[in-house]
């Protein structure tokens, strides 16, 4: 069954550097995704990207963070300057263009900001 | 804005059937999901159901949805200790930017089996 890969599963970082966070959404598909799940907390969509640009995005995705789909397979998450308050599970998805099939979620990457 | 909400825990025994329940409050919402997430995995789609329905069965999942009370439920018959999970419900209203769409979850219940 296609997957949807991200890497690294965990990532440590200090406050203040920048981080990249790697998805290879399933092949087909058209529409990609950033969500986090803070610890206890909702999983929340940041942004969704169709044909080279950000389609929608949510007030938590600022000036810090930007997406990428820098090849044709790769879409990348990157955080700027991280905070303390950006630890969190990052999950990719990638979607067909119909919303019954939902999303393919990807297993997430775990960030921690020291 | 949108909203859903779920209760936290459920326990059960194995063999019994469990059922997890979800409000939302958008009601535009078309299509609505229940994804499971297992320790350190990341979110599987159970299954889903558009709006106009008011009942889907796949093998032993079934979901009931009441749209006039904006209630959500999965039941999982005979439950197995593999099934043992956050189970979160999840939302969308009608499509949102060229085909993309935004889901809203629930926090997620932990659904934990007794053998």
């Known amino acids: 069954e296609p997957e949807v890969t991200q890497t690294p599963s965990h990532q440590v970082t200090q406050m203040g550097q920048e981080v990249i966070l790697r998805c290879v959404p399933i092949s087909n598909h058209l529409y990609f995704y950033w969500y986090r799940q803070i610890l206890g907390q909702k999983v929340e969509f940041l942004v969704s990207?169709?044909?080279?640009?950000?389609?929608?995005k949510s007030e938590i995705f600022d000036d810090q963070f930007s997406v990428e789909r820098p090849d044709g397979s790769n879409f990348t998450l990157k955080i700027r300057s991280t905070k303390l308050e950006d630890s969190a599970m990052y999950f990719c998805?990638?979607?067909?263009?119909?919303?019954?099939?939902?999303?393919?979620f990807g297993s997430g990457t775990r960030l921690t900001v020291v | 804005g949108e909203d859903v909400e779920q209760s936290l825990f459920l326990s059960v025994r194995e063999g019994d059937s469990s059922v997890i329940n979800c409000t939302y409050t958008d009601s535009s919402s078309t299509y609505l999901y229940w994804y499971k997430q297992e320790p350190g995995a990341g979110l599987q789609l159970l299954t889903y159901?558009?709006?106009?329905?008011d009942m889907k069965q796949d093998q032993r999942l079934t979901v009931l949805l009441n749209k006039k009370d904006k209630h959500l439920s999965l039941r999982i018959a005979d439950t197995q200790t593999g099934d043992s999970a956050i189970y979160f419900c999840?939302?969308?209203?009608?499509?949102?930017?060229?085909?993309?769409?935004?889901?809203?979850f629930g926090k997620g219940t932990k659904l934990s089996v007794i053998p």
């Open positions: 998805a990638s979607s067909e263009a119909v919303a019954g099939g939902g999303y393919t």
């Open positions: 990207f169709y044909n080279n640009e950000i389609s929608e």
């Open positions: 999840a939302e969308t209203a009608i499509y949102s930017g060229a085909g993309s769409y935004q889901l809203t």
């Open positions: 159901i558009f709006s106009n329905m």
